[in-house]
């Protein structure tokens, strides 16, 4: 089973700073199999990014997707505060598995 | 619009058995693989099973397999989970999700709580 583990567990940061949210594999992510959600509180997760770096329908382009191999990373160029929220990477290489998330709170 | 509704959710005792469904409107049923994941309170997201398209193939986690069944009915434009043997640890909200690899659509979820 590949795991994945986020990091920071939580990020706070101010308004319009730049938020690096990391999800490491523990192992290659082929092929870059690497999604990453975003669940506001209290509602359903919405995907972001696909493939590593591919937006989704109707995702601002405010949110990127990178990385490859085991090391990837989803920015959030310029925070606002309807980005509160918890982020999730899943890999879809082998099975499926989301990482622990990352909790993005405004300062 | 696209939606997926689930449905079903409660409570149980432990061992108990329950199923849970997930209607689907706005595409093309039959063409989608469709999973269920779950999240336990205050915890974060968890695949649990997914079938295909044909419905020839399904895939349950480890932590499910031999207690849960995920099927479909094309006719229905539904989706299931049939969930046996229940524990305390299944406590969660289960979502339905569109998608053979990630999950492009999801449903606003349904709570199963197993407890005496």
């Known amino acids: 089973e590949i795991v994945l583990t986020q990091s920071p567990g939580t990020l706070s940061l101010s308004p319009g700073e730049r938020a690096t949210l990391s999800c490491r594999a523990s192992?290659?992510?082929?092929?870059?199999?690497l999604a990453w959600y975003q669940q506001k509180p209290g509602q359903t997760p919405r995907l972001l990014i696909y493939d590593a770096s591919n937006r989704a329908t109707g995702i601002p382009d405010k949110f990127s997707g990178s990385g490859s191999g085991t090391d990837f990373t989803l920015t959030i160029s310029r925070l606002e505060p309807e980005d509160i929220a918890v982020y999730y990477c899943?890999?879809?290489?082998?099975?499926?598995?989301f990482g622990g998330g990352t909790k993005v709170e405004i300062k | 619009q696209v939606q997926l509704v689930e449905s079903g959710g409660g409570l149980v005792k432990p061992g108990g058995s329950m199923r849970i469904a997930c209607a689907v409107s706005?595409?093309?049923?039959?063409?989608?693989?469709m999973n269920w994941i779950r999240q336990a309170p205050g915890k974060g997201l968890e695949w649990v099973s997914n079938?295909?398209?044909?419905?020839?193939?399904?895939n349950h986690a480890d932590s499910v397999r031999g207690r849960f069944t995920i099927s479909r009915d094309h006719a229905k434009n539904s989706l299931y989970l049939q969930m046996n043997s229940l524990r305390a640890e299944d406590t969660a909200v289960y979502y339905c999700?569109?998608?053979?690899?990630?999950?492009?659509?999801w449903g606003k979820g349904t709570t199963v709580t197993v407890s005496s």
């Open positions: 706005g595409f093309s049923f039959s063409d989608y693989h």
């Open positions: 899943q890999q879809y290489v082998s099975s499926f598995t």
């Open positions: 079938i295909s398209s044909s419905s020839g193939d399904s």
């Open positions: 192992q290659s992510v082929t092929s870059n199999y």
């Open positions: 999700a569109r998608g053979r690899f990630y999950m492009d659509v």
